[in-house]
């Protein structure tokens, strides 16, 4: 290894939360050892596709895994295609919808390309896991599941609250933890990186590669990443997610949406920038640093041009509340007067700048729709070509004259 152990150390373990100090010191005496022995580590995370897009969310453990390729070491970006068939109890309440096969091969198609805006492609081994995990006999299995206990499991926190509440537990979410766990067997790897939420199924992997005479995995685990809303963990479901594939300008303005107190956490987990250089930040302008941790980020996932770019639209267009020069185009058709004219909600839904007329009305009702500058309080109100729309802080629509739109007929969806 070109890079000296302590330096590798101190960057692989940048973030990285256990939960207890105990388990974070044997953590790191461990990793150091291994890294001593001067060979590439075998690196891996896994990922179920149960969804189709990314967010900022995922990027944590591929930037942990970018890491460790720039060190030098083998890194594989496991697809779970077969542990994403029960899907994973670690973080939730309630048991998970089971996909089928094809869906999450469909999932699958997209998670690459994303996951290599971070991760280097020409490093980068992709496997699933239903290579091998198919390929076991109901035995197999047994003697799998003969090196847990049923307490092990229900100590979880979440597990535990549900049996409380005797919510329904299946067994095929006991056999989730069984299932990463020899992930970890049939790879033989030294490393596994995952979220905080995932500390019981990486030490389940220890445990098994230990029953398998194989030296144990290091876990290096990260804390779970808080949305834009500052509470909750960062999901689609909850609207409070940034996605890997938003356009530049959308992912530097929601960067920006977060509050001033999920800074520390962004720039640590987000960015590369020293703990000196994130400090002198913290101690300014709150609007500079996060103009800055926008720009690391929107850079990191496009290129520093488009966040330079997407930090000019901001600037312009939030901060001094100016309309963009570009902004998309929309076509009239004419009314019934021969002149052209459109009704705002439905312009609005056939533009794709809201999924309906019910949630047009909110969005009035909440004063984030103008027209040319002036926020509107009627839904069904007349636009005309040469009306600028805005919805929201980061969406405009310019409407102009011609063609023929589905808008013009039938009512908003309620």
């Not at 479901?237 to 999920?262: H, Q």
């Not at 640093?289 to 488009?306: C, N, Q, S, Y």
């Amino acid at each position: 290894m070109s890079a000296a152990i302590e330096q590798q150390l101190a960057a692989i373990m940048r973030g990285a939360e256990f939960g207890d100090e105990a388990t974070a010191r044997t953590m790191e005496r461990e990793l150091r050892e291994r890294l001593a022995e001067g060979r590439p580590l075998r690196v891996y995370c896994g990922y179920d596709p149960t969804a189709v897009d990314l967010h900022l969310g995922h990027t944590l453990t591929m930037r942990k895994l970018r890491t460790f390729q720039d060190f030098g070491h083998e890194v594989t970006f496991l697809i779970g295609n077969f542990t994403g068939l029960v899907g994973d109890p670690s973080d939730t309440d309630k048991t998970r919808p089971m996909l089928s096969p094809e869906q999450l091969e469909e999932n699958s198609q997209t998670y690459v390309d994303q996951a290599f805006r971070i991760l280097d492609p020409e490093r980068t081994i992709v496997r699933r896991n239903a290579d091998w995990l198919g390929k076991l006999s109901f035995g197999d299995v047994l003697r799998l599941a003969s090196h847990f206990t049923v307490a092990q499991f229900l100590e979880r926190d979440n597990l535990a609250r549900r049996f409380e509440r005797r919510d329904p537990i299946h067994v095929s979410e006991f056999l989730y933890a069984l299932m990463q766990a020899y992930d970890a067997v049939a790879m033989e790897t030294d490393v596994q990186v995952g979220g905080s939420d995932q500390l019981f199924n990486l030490m389940a992997g220890r445990e098994l590669q230990r029953a398998y005479g194989q030296q144990p995995q290091i876990a290096i685990t990260l804390p779970i990443l808080t949305g834009t809303d500052g509470h909750e963990k960062m999901s689609k479901s909850l609207g409070n997610n940034i996605g890997i594939d938003e356009p530049p300008n959308d992912l530097f303005g929601k960067v920006m949406s977060i509050p001033d107190s999920s800074l520390r956490n962004y720039f640590t987990l987000l960015t590369d920038l020293s703990d000196i250089e994130i400090e002198a930040l913290l101690g300014g302008a709150a609007m500079e640093a996060k103009k800055r941790l926008a720009f690391e980020i929107t850079a990191g996932l496009h290129d520093p041009a488009a966040a330079e770019a997407a930090r000019d639209y901001f600037e312009s267009t939030f901060q001094r509340r100016q309309t963009p020069d570009e902004m998309p185009e929309y076509a009239l058709a004419a009314d019934a007067d021969g002149g052209p004219a459109g009704r705002l909600d439905r312009v609005l839904v056939d533009a794709e700048l809201a999924k309906s007329g019910a949630e047009v009305r909110r969005l009035v009702e909440q004063g984030a729709v103008r027209v040319n500058g002036e926020p509107v309080d009627t839904f069904d109100r007349a636009v005309r070509p040469g009306d600028e729309l805005r919805v929201g802080r980061r969406r405009f629509l310019r409407l102009v004259e011609g063609g023929a739109v589905a808008q013009q007929s039938g009512g908003p969806d309620a």
